[in-house]
């Protein structure tokens, strides 16, 4: 696995955990998730969005593994870019929770 890619997993995992935490830090301000598939109120979705952040890491490890042992450039290039298409996504996404905290509090 290439370096670039296991940095943009790993980069995956903490843009989610620091979506978790400013999610749960604004809900306690009295904020809401706008999220509709997540309900933070309820543990199980908390523990169902864990799961499947870690589940899509360790398909995409996977995916990636086996496209290198079998030499299949665009299968490697499709994950890639959807780990850094992702990535972008949860950039945003933390940043629009961190810019709302800061005028909320």
Partial sequence: MSKNFKKLLMLLLFLNIVDTLTTFFGLSL???ELNPL?????LNSLVLKVFLTILLTVLM????????????????RFFYCLLVYLNIFYI???INNLVVLMFAG
């Avoid at 997540?38 to 309820?42: A, E, I, K, L, Y």
């Avoid at 490890?61 to 490697?76: F, G, R, T």
């Fill in 30 to 32: 009295g904020l809401r």
């Fill in 38 to 42: 997540v309900n933070f109120n309820n």
């Fill in 61 to 76: 490890s996977i995916s990636w593994n086996y496209a290198s042992k079998h030499n299949l450039c665009q299968v490697k």
């Fill in 92 to 94: 945003v996404i933390v």
